[in-house]
Every structure is written in C-alpha cells, then in structure tokens.
C-alpha cells in the first residue's frame, strides 16, 4: 500500500521559510521521482518541484518558486523535503506529495501553508 504524509505546513508571516516533509511507503523510494504540487483556493493544482530518482541532483521548479525552494530527498529516510525561503501570499496553498510508481498517481493528504500578515 502506498502512503504518503505530508508535515510541516503552518501559517507564516511573508519573508520566513518553511520546511515540509513528505514521509514514503509501500514501494522502492530510492527508484522512483518525488514531487511536490499544491493547489489554492479556485485554482488548478500545479507541480511545484520535482527531484530525480537518479543519484545527482537533478531537480526541477515552476518558475515562481525557483530561487527561494529546494526539493531534496533522504533515501534512507525514505523521505523528501520542500525547504520553502522568502515565502509570499501567493504561495498559500494546500502542498501535496507525489509519486507515480506505477503509471499511477499516488497522492498524500496535502498539508497546507498560509502565508499572510
């Protein structure tokens, strides 16, 4: 059975940072790429990071996040990270993990990061 849980969302003022967690099972972490997406109130969800399964560092951003997020992941942890910098309103979003082991997509229950003065 595939899980995974989400952690580490909050509410934030703009400016500080973030770190979500995205804790993985019931399938070979370390063969698969990890990604995070988020979706706001009326808008569509979105990829916002992506992290291969290869042994560099081979990562990938949405344009509005590059610079201030880093996608990482812990193999032995079987767990990958979203280190979220100089958060803004407009990252308001309920943030989910995502793998796709089997030609199937496999979703987290999201944890959600307010960002607002």
């Known amino acids: 059975q595939?899980?995974?849980?989400?952690?580490?969302?909050?509410?934030?003022?703009p400016g500080e940072s973030l770190r979500l967690s995205c804790a993985?099972?019931?399938?070979?972490?370390?063969?698969?790429?990890?990604?995070?997406?988020?979706?706001?109130?009326?808008?569509?969800?979105?990829?916002?990071?992506?992290?291969?399964?290869?042994?560099?560092?081979?990562?990938n951003y949405i344009g509005s996040v590059k610079g201030r997020f880093t996608i990482s992941r812990d193999n032995a942890k079987k767990t990958v990270y979203l280190?979220?910098?100089?958060?803004?309103?407009?990252?308001?979003?309920?943030?989910?993990?995502?793998?796709?082991p089997w030609s199937t997509d496999y979703w987290g229950q999201g944890t959600q990061v307010t960002v607002s003065s």
């Open 2 to 13: 595939v899980q995974l849980v989400e952690s580490g969302g909050g509410l934030v003022q």
């Open 24 to 59: 993985a099972s019931g399938f070979t972490f370390s063969s698969y790429p990890m990604r995070w997406y988020r979706q706001a109130p009326g808008k569509e969800r979105e990829l916002v990071a992506g992290i291969s399964e290869g042994v560099g560092t081979s990562t």
């Open 83 to 100: 280190q979220m910098r100089s958060l803004k309103p407009d990252d308001t979003a309920v943030y989910y993990c995502n793998v796709r």
